[in-house]
């Protein structure tokens, strides 16, 4: 079954450093998002990405974040300059639709848990 | 603004046993329901959603969820609790006008539901 795969499972990384997660949605989806839980609180919509350009944006994704897809295969997050309160799990998901239809279901992945210490 | 609340962090049920989550909303336009499942160490899976057709609406490990507009709530329910149930579940909405993907869903913030044997 296609599944949306998620590189590390775990980061740990030093205040101020930039970081990048890895996402590798599943092959004939065209939306991709990305997502963050801090730890006991709730999931947060980031970003979304369509056409090689982000479709919508939430408060949270400042210029300190950035997404691409470099080679039509992955989808990354960049956090430039990782703060304390950046630490959290980091979800990334694709849909091959997002209109009405029947192909409009998000599959998302496992998950990165970033800890900025 | 939309928002989610998930009634209880934790709910423990007997294998057998009714299963019921609560979830209500706050959306000042119509809004789009969904119902995700975490299972440890895996990503979060769409188990239903409601798009404004059918009030009742049907998921998959049979589950479904009922969509009452008067009491703003969108609870989850499953006749007979199975061991394989245990897992993290998340309630979100959305109001984008696609009603699909993953775009600007806000989620709650979870409840672990834990099956007795």
């Known amino acids: 079954e296609p599944e949306v795969t998620q590189t590390p499972s775990h980061q740990v990384t030093q205040m101020g450093q930039e970081v990048i997660l890895r996402c590798v949605p599943i092959s004939n989806h065209l939306y991709f998002y990305w997502y963050r839980q801090i730890l006991g609180q709730k999931v947060e919509f980031l970003v979304s990405?369509?056409?090689?350009?982000?479709?919508?944006k939430s408060e949270i994704f400042d210029d300190q974040f950035s997404v691409e897809r470099p080679d039509g295969s992955n989808f990354t997050l960049k956090i430039r300059s990782t703060k304390l309160e950046d630490s959290a799990m980091y979800f990334c998901a694709s849909s091959e639709d997002r209109g009405r239809g029947t192909n409009t279901e998000a599959f998302f992945g496992q998950g990165t848990r970033l800890t900025v210490v | 603004a939309q928002s989610v609340t998930q009634l209880g962090s934790h709910v423990s049920v007997s294998e057998g046993a009714l299963v019921l989550l609560r979830c209500n909303y706050s959306s000042s336009v119509p809004p789009y329901l969904f119902w995700y499942v975490q299972y440890p160490n895996q990503g979060l899976q769409l188990l239903l959603k409601y798009t404004s057709a059918a009030t009742l609406v049907k998921g998959i490990n049979g589950f479904e969820a009922e969509f009452k507009k008067s009491e703003t709530s969108f609870h989850l329910t499953k006749p007979s609790a199975h061991m394989s149930d245990a897992a993290e579940y998340f309630c979100?909405?959305?109001?984008?006008?696609?009603?699909?993907?993953?775009?600007?869903?806000?989620f709650g913030k979870g409840t672990h539901l834990i099956i007795q044997p």
């Open positions: 979100a909405v959305s109001t984008r006008e696609s009603g699909g993907g993953a775009d600007g869903l806000t």
């Open positions: 990405f369509y056409n090689n350009e982000i479709s919508e």
